[in-house]
Nanobody
Framework: QVQLVESGGGLVQPGGSLRLSCAAS????????MSWYRQAPGKERELVAT????????NYADSVKGRFTISRDNAKNTVYLQMDSLKPEDTAVYYC?????????????????WGQGTQVTVSS
């Protein structure tokens, strides 16, 4: 069965960095685009970044553009989210997800599997 397991979250000071990892299993990882979402308490879930499967093109939410980098290692079945210059407003639970349908970003894509999430807290 499809499994997505996130790791790497934690507590970091403003301006710091974290690298999230998502280990995938149960499907042919290299054939699927992958995304990171986040959800802060009391807020709607936000699509943070997506990386495609073949040409490895990437897209980012305006709120993280220039600070976050999504990447993948198909040999390790893992997708990453490098987060730099972190701000308190980046505090959220971060989820990785598998893209089920992708036509255009961000309006025309859907996700069919999700991980359990990893907490990121940015605070001094």
């Amino acid at each position: 069965q499809v499994q997505l397991v996130e790791s790497g979250g934690g507590l970091v000071q403003p301006g710091g960095s974290l690298r999230l990892s998502c280990a995938a299993s149960g499907f042919t990882f290299s054939r699927y685009a992958m995304s990171w979402y986040r959800q802060a308490p009391g807020k709607e879930r936000e699509l943070v970044a997506t990386i495609t499967s073949a040409v490895l093109s990437t897209n980012y939410a305006d709120s993280v553009k220039g600070r976050f980098t999504i990447s993948r290692d198909n040999a390790k079945n893992t997708v990453y989210l490098q987060m730099d210059s972190l701000k308190p407003e980046d505090t959220a639970v971060y989820y990785c997800s598998r893209v089920g349908f992708y036509s255009s970003w961000p309006a025309r894509l859907t996700h069919d599997y999700w991980g359990q999430g990893t907490q990121v807290t940015v605070s001094s």
